[in-house]
């Protein structure tokens, strides 16, 4: 049994909004996109079976596999051409489709190729048509092509792994292995935990700092928790640039006040906060910009903040959106000890609700740089915003690395975002489930979980 961290798992159609940790297993078990990522988080095939890139990157073909949706009908290149182009329409709710504007065309050029055509190159396409939200699913089959299929449902769900006439003897049909099967449930962490520590469950998934708090109380033991090395935002989103937030050198002495470590440390020893918003150069024609206070000791930076702070002449106070969780209330905590030692009075407040700083916790569906300034820049100046556009439209490789490079020096002024440290993902993982690997995607997928089936 696997226990998702979130709401009951079910078919959510991610055109129409980001699906909770549930219902992405549940698209990825049940459905595939062309392709799909392994246990290590690489990328192997899902519908398509092999791809070319050709054009100097700026051409993908695809060839089908002879794949099948539960009643046994085939899986043609046009439906799989009709439900990409929903999925990133203008219009789609989609998390990826803000990332996939590159796409000019997707066209069927014979019933089992298919041809994604862009504007200019994008060698993290793959990483992106990996991801659950790219899934192809029908809501009457009850899922997709598989790897697996829904055979019981209810408050949980069993899925088994789906005959493939393509990548089995069309003569073996036999029936799976007990073993083999898969219940899926969602549920709180609170429950997940004890669940699994009452040996009811083999793994728990998509667990946050949020919850982290919480297994420490569930006598788990050590063997069994899993941290993903997850790459992404982990910070604040400043959200509103009204009276002292209105002025970057305020933003920036807020920013710089935070004692990142005491944040960290509250919430899991050994979790490495961070200053900056890009973990490294990926794609950008530079390293990492580094905020100006940076240079500054952590005395220098409470002693500036708080000078702003007194000389701005009236009270000073920052709502703070957060989630619900224990480790959000020790995150708060550190935060608010912060800021009140720089004369600012801090609330906190409903993640949805009016803001100043929103906590933003995202991991990276692929290694670009221009998705960490994208998502950082919630709100910001002009000369950040045009640079990210440029870098999106960039005609080659290099002018969007250059470009890339001036929105990360131009966010890093501005200080639209407060980067605190990198996204924590944990699991718990019985040792029978020898294929689950860490990655930095944070992904494992339901079929790749044991490796002793054979």
Known sequence: MVSAIGGPPRLADPARGRPDTPARLLLDATAEGLVRFDASGQIEPGLAERWIVIDAGMSYIFRLRDAQWRDGSR???????????????????????????????????????????????????????AQPELALWRSDAIGGAGPMRVVHAGGSLLLRPAFDPGRADPEDRRETRPEEDVRLIGERAARAIVRFAAHDSDHVAGGTFGDWPLVALGAVAPANIRIDPAAGLFGFAIVNRDGFLAEAPNRAAISGAIDRAAVTNAVMQGWEPAERILPDTLDSAAPPALPGWTLLSPDERRESARARVAGWGDPVR??????????????????????????????????????????????APYDSARWYLANACSLCGDEARTALIAARDAPTLAERARLIAAADAALAVDTAFVPIARPLRWSLVALRLRQWRPNPRA???LNQLRGDTN
């Not at 709710?93 to 065309?105: G, I, K, S």
């Not at 609330?347 to 991991?363: G, H, M, T, Y």
């Open 318 to 363: 920052l709502r703070i959106a957060l989630p619900a969780g224990p480790g959000a209330t020790l995150l708060y905590a550190q935060v608010a000890a912060s800021l009140l030692a720089i004369g600012v009075t801090p609330e906190r407040v409903a993640l949805q609700d009016p803001a100043d700083l929103r906590l933003v916790d995202q991991v």
């Open 75 to 129: 899986v043609t290149a046009d439906q799989v051409v009709d439900h990409l182009r929903r999925q990133i329409a203008p219009g789609s709710r989609n998390p990826l489709a803000p990332f996939l504007t590159a796409v000019d065309e997707i066209v069927t050029m014979t019933p089992q190729v298919i041809e994604v055509r862009l504007r200019r190159p994008r060698p993290d396409l793959l990483k992106l048509f």
């Open 443 to 445: 992904w494992h997928p």
